[in-house]
């Protein structure tokens, strides 16, 4: 009980934020974590070890503590992924039939159990048990998916997939929120924008704002997919970086499905930056660059997705 306690004193109560690790990577969420996941009453104690002369112990300390008293050591990282691939984190709230200029799909509403984003994924055939299905995974992109912003072509991409889903009359996409910008929201992505018109490129502009280069996680998504039955796929994607972000939850990518660019004036710097820089598996920058700087026309054929 709070009365319990005294202050000042050598303990001190620590609160766990709801979800734990996959909520707040710190230690309190990790203690807790781990008695639960044990079977045990969900709490615990914690202890910060320290070296004989008083400064915090680092990794290779702790290695060498835990050989010398018979420890196991784990990483808040571990305890991370080791959620994400074993917990259900999405649940199921809606379902209806949507018409849509490929044909109908079905619209499945996603909420995610960490921080209630609702996702959304259009699916075309019955796509459970299927081998080899052919899948989208695509990243919120205001700008580009909504208003056709030549900086990429995420809408382009958006509608190809759809298109190609439904040539094949077997596929889903999978719409994830909260990847505005590569993860960094939509206020920043617009202020990494006026850094790139100034000169910087896409990847120093987010450094230049204290901003990681990319944050996106894709284990809702993989969790998504788990849940429509789909466990191999061929991928539409130029990013590789998806290809880990999607096997580490059990799932199998048998193929890349390429996206071709076909560059414009406005993303071309752009898009060298994310196959240099980014590693991105980006065809076509060796031809013309389209000209025309406005107007739905020209942005039906920039290049890879902002945000994909």
């Known amino acids: 009980r709070p009365a319990d306690l005294a202050r000042p004193g050598h303990i001190f109560p620590l609160r766990y934020s709801t979800g734990g690790v996959l909520k707040r990577a710190g230690h309190t969420e990790a203690a807790v974590d781990l008695a639960r996941m044990a079977g045990m009453y969900p709490a615990g104690v914690l202890c910060e070890i320290v070296n004989d002369d008083g400064t915090m112990a680092r990794v290779p300390d702790l290695e060498g503590f835990c050989a010398e008293h018979g420890l196991l050591m784990v990483s808040i990282a571990q305890l991370i992924k080791h959620r994400r691939q074993h917990e259900k984190l999405v649940k199921r709230i809606a379902e209806a039939r949507i018409p849509t200029p490929w044909g109908d799909f079905t619209c499945y509403v996603y909420e995610s159990l960490l921080d209630g984003e609702q996702h959304v994924a259009f699916v075309r055939g019955a796509v459970q048990g299927e081998s080899d299905v052919l899948v989208r995974v695509h990243s919120e992109c205001l700008t580009g998916d909504i208003f056709h912003s030549l900086r990429c072509d ?141 107007g739905a026309a020209g942005a039906r054929q920039a290049g890879e997705p902002d945000d994909g």
């Open 154 to 294: 995420c809408g382009i991409q958006l509608h190809a997939a759809m298109e190609r889903i439904a040539t094949e009359d077997l596929g889903a996409l999978v719409y994830l929120r909260g990847h505005e910008g590569r993860g960094i929201g939509l206020g920043h992505k617009i202020r990494a924008y006026g850094l790139q018109e100034a000169g910087h490129d896409t990847v120093d502009a987010n450094v230049e704002l204290g901003l990681p280069v990319d944050s996106r996680e894709y284990g809702i998504g993989a969790q998504i997919l788990n849940d429509l039955g789909i466990t191999t796929m061929r991928l539409m994607t130029n990013n590789p970086a998806k290809y880990g972000g999607l096997e580490g939850f059990g799932l199998e990518i048998t193929d890349r499905v390429a996206l071709k660019t076909i560059p414009n004036p406005e993303n071309i710097d752009y898009l060298r930056t994310k196959q240099q820089r980014l590693g991105h598996l980006i065809e076509g920058l060796d031809e013309p660059a389209e000209g025309g700087t406005g």
